[in-house]
């Protein structure tokens, strides 16, 4: 068990919907990552915040934006939504090196 | 920059077998690169990770290979078992970054046949 929560686990709407995705890290994470994983695109990076700040931005669309609130969890919200944003998404965070990721949540757009 | 890739290849195997996963890069300033194993309806898990610096790393039952000079990774799984039926991606930090974005190779689906 990675310790991070991500809800819903399952989030099925319509197409031109916004949604939210949030993500609750362990306890001191201070980094939260976003990622995207679609069948045709794979895993993508989409935006970085640390300790409240965005720190990067990856391939994400200007429909989509991101928060990460004082009590460190963070919020993907997702607008407009098409077809092509059905995917998994998670929520990643900092080890010493390397990244570990939530469970995801699945997206389908329909 | 990395590829992300369009398809997943598959690689079957005997439960028992030694298995071959191999991953290659574009990026010769990557100086970090990690294994992560993803099971269905699940996040991507962590395996081993191999610092630009080292040819060969150890863990239990895997084995990292990192040949810089052709730009290609391997991961060598000993004695497959059914539990790691699963798709493994390499990642790398493409080392031209101020922080830590990871960059995802093709998955690799792995069957693993009893």
Same mark, same amino acid.
């Given at each position: 068990?990675?310790?991070?929560?991500?809800?819903?686990?399952? !989030?099925?709407?319509?197409?031109?919907?916004?949604?939210?995705?949030?993500?609750? *890290?362990?306890?001191?994470?201070?980094?939260?990552? #976003?990622?995207?994983?679609? !069948?045709?695109?794979?895993?993508?990076?989409?935006?970085?915040?640390?300790?409240?700040?965005?720190?990067?931005?990856?391939?994400?669309?200007?429909?989509?934006?991101?928060?990460?609130?004082?009590?460190?969890?963070?919020?993907?919200?997702?607008?407009?939504?098409?077809?092509?944003?059905?995917? !998994?998404?998670?929520?990643? #965070?900092?080890?010493?090196?390397?990244?570990?990721?939530?469970?995801?949540?699945? !997206?389908?757009?329909? | 920059?990395?590829?992300?890739?369009?398809?997943? *290849?598959?690689?079957?195997?005997?439960?028992?077998?030694?298995?071959?996963?191999?991953?290659?890069?574009?990026?010769?300033?990557?100086?970090?690169?990690? #294994?992560?194993?993803?099971?269905?309806?699940?996040?991507?898990?962590?395996?081993?990770?191999?610092?630009?610096?080292?040819?060969?790393?150890?863990?239990?039952?895997?084995?990292?290979?990192?040949?810089?000079?052709?730009?290609?990774?391997?991961?060598?799984?000993?004695?497959?078992?059914?539990?790691?039926?699963?798709?493994?991606?390499?990642?790398?930090?493409?080392?031209?970054?101020?922080?830590?974005?990871?960059?995802?190779?093709?998955?690799?689906?792995?069957?693993?046949? *009893?």
């Amino acid at each position: 068990d990675s310790g991070v929560t991500q809800t819903p686990k399952h !989030l099925i709407t319509a197409t031109g919907q916004r949604v939210t995705l949030r993500c609750s *890290p362990r306890s001191g994470d201070l980094s939260v990552y #976003w990622y995207q994983q679609s !069948l045709d695109q794979g895993l993508q990076f989409l935006i970085q915040y640390y300790n409240g700040e965005e720190r990067a931005k990856g391939n994400i669309l200007e429909r989509f934006s991101a928060q990460q609130f004082p009590d460190l969890h963070s919020e993907l919200n997702l607008s407009s939504l098409e077809l092509g944003d059905s995917a !998994l998404y998670f929520c990643a #965070w900092d080890g010493s090196y390397e990244q570990y990721f939530g469970p995801g949540t699945r !997206l389908t757009v329909t | 920059g990395e590829s992300v890739g369009l398809h997943l *290849p598959t690689l079957s195997v005997q439960e028992g077998d030694n298995s071959i996963i191999n991953c290659a890069y574009s990026n010769s300033a990557s100086d970090y690169f990690i #294994w992560y194993k993803q099971e269905s309806g699940k996040g991507p898990q962590f395996i081993i990770d191999i610092r630009s610096n080292m040819d060969k790393r150890q863990g239990q039952r895997v084995t990292v290979l990192l040949n810089k000079t052709v730009k290609h990774l391997s991961l060598q799984i000993a004695a497959t078992q059914p539990g790691d039926s699963a798709v493994y991606f390499c990642a790398l930090n493409p080392g031209n970054t101020g922080f830590q974005k990871l960059v995802f190779g093709t998955g690799t689906r792995l069957l693993v046949s *009893p």
